[in-house]
Structures are given as structure tokens and as C-alpha cells.
């Protein structure tokens, strides 16, 4: 299997392979070396072949066995959300740390910690941040109600439901609508990892395993790849609190566009663009200034 799919340019080959054998199985992936020896009954061999059939047309490894990690944490995913990626946990990392170092942000009992999610998808971002914030509240929304769905089912399974308000809207028009959210200052944080990816890099750098398979509404940013960032930075800033974040995923493309963008909003400041786990400038972090 793992020959097979080194020579169709499967995305990480020996990963792919063990993660598809585990799920079949139904064990984890250590398990696969302390147990080598288990022989697979024929129900299981039949539904390996069908899934590394699929595998091999380049259909996503967390899509065939609906399960995607992220920031230490299981989430349920199919092909109405993207999959989760480790790119995406900086802006977590830097929700925490900031909240850690400030006084009033670290969403202990008695802090008043909003949290507005913006095109949520499964939910990771909203609901890891949930689930290390114990006292924060997030307003996670999403254009595709299917999307929703997704995420309501991952709030339950880590136990945040209860905290996380589900609204469905493009961009910010659900926030905006919102009676807590839509409040100028209401916000500690606005996070997003908004549809960036720019027409021409859709057309010509997309892998297989993207294209034909994750959801495209929520990857095409538009001709410039700048559609819904535009519109975060440039309506966001007055619903965030002072000294409050404003968090976007971008493409590493437009990352110069970007960085200009932010600094000509006069309600941001300290604008940064930080790079991802591949050195690539991946991610806009900027705060709200006391204007």
C-alpha cells in the first residue's frame, strides 16, 4: 500500500496508509506495530481495497475515515468542511498566548471573553479555543448550513455546545446581527480562516486531493484571493474591544496586499504577519487600538 501510494503521489505515503489500516481495523495507530501479527477477516480486507481505490484518486485520507486532528483534538469531517490542517493552529496559539499574557482576555470566571469565529467549517478553530478558554464564549458561523452541522456535532463531542451560539451568514453579516456580537468593542477576538485562495492559484496550483473534493466555497477567495479578508479587516475592527485580536489565515501570496490593507484600517495596529509551521507568512494578527 505504501509503494502504491508514494507512486501516485499520495499525500504523506506511510501516514496515509497506516491511518487507512487503523480505521479499518479499528485501533490506533500503535497498534498496527505491537499487534503486526493480526490477521484481517475478510470484511476488513474488502473494505481496505475500497478505500485505498479511492485513496489512490487522490479522495482525502480524513474523508474516508471522517476523522481530522487538530490542535490535539479528534474532529469529525466529510467532505462539507475543509480538513483541518496544522497551519491553522497558529492563530489558536496566538489567541492563548495573548489571552494568557492580559489581564481580562484570559476568559477566567468573572471575564467577560467573546469570541467571533467566522467561517467556522468543522468548527476546530471556535472549538479549540472553547476548550482551553474555560470561561470564553464563541459565536462560530458559516455560510453552508451542512458546515454547521458539522460543527455542532463537533461542539457536542468536546463537550462546548454549551458555550458555542451557531449562526449561519456570509461573512460578517451574522455577527453584525448578533445582539452580543454586534456591539462596537464587543469582541476580545475575531478569528477567521476565510475562503483566500486567489483564481489563478486555484486554476494552477491546487493538489488533487483539494480540488474535486473539498468544498470550493470555502477555498476561492476571488480573482484576488481577497473577497471575505477584505471585508474582515475592513468591518471587523470596530466590534473588537480594545487591544483585542483580529486573526486571519491567508494565502502566502497576498500576504504584502494583506499587510497593506491592515495598516491603512486606523482602528488596527501592531500588524503582523506571521508564518506558518513551513516558514510561509500565513497568518494577519492585529490589534485593535484605542482609538
Known sequence: MNEAFTSNEVESPRLSAEMLLAHVIGCDRLRLYTDADRPATPIERAALR??????????????????????????????RVLIPRPCTETIVESVLQHARSRPGFGGSAGESVLIADIGTGSGCIGIA????????????TDVSADALAV???????????????FRQGDVLAPILEHAACGQRGA???????????PDV???????????GHE?????????????????????GPPLLRPDGLLLIEIAASTADAVRELAHDERLLSSVEIVNDIDGLPRTLIATRSHK
Open 215 to 235: 468544498p470550493e466555497i470555502a477555498l476561492r477567495g476571488g480573482v484576488d484571493g481577497l473577497d471575505a479578508v477584505r471585508q474582515l479587516i475592513t468591518q
Open 129 to 140: 479555543l472553547a476548550k482551553h478558554l474555560a470561561h470564553a464564549r464563541v459565536v462560530c
Open 187 to 197: 469582541l476580545s477576538y475575531l478569528v477567521s480562516n476565510p475562503p483566500y485562495i
Open 50 to 79: 475500497d478505500l485505498v481505490s479511492r485513496a489512490l484518486r487522490h479522495e482525502p485520507i480524513q474523508y474516508l475515515i471522517g476523522e481530522g486532528w487538530f490542535f490535539g483534538l479528534q474532529f469529525t469531517v466529510d467532505a
Open 151 to 165: 460543527a455542532r456535532s463537533n461542539a457536542e463531542r468536546h463537550e462546548v455546545d454549551d458555550r458555542i451560539d
Open 201 to 211: 492559484e486555484w486554476d494552477t496550483q491546487m493538489g488533487r486531493n483539494v480540488r
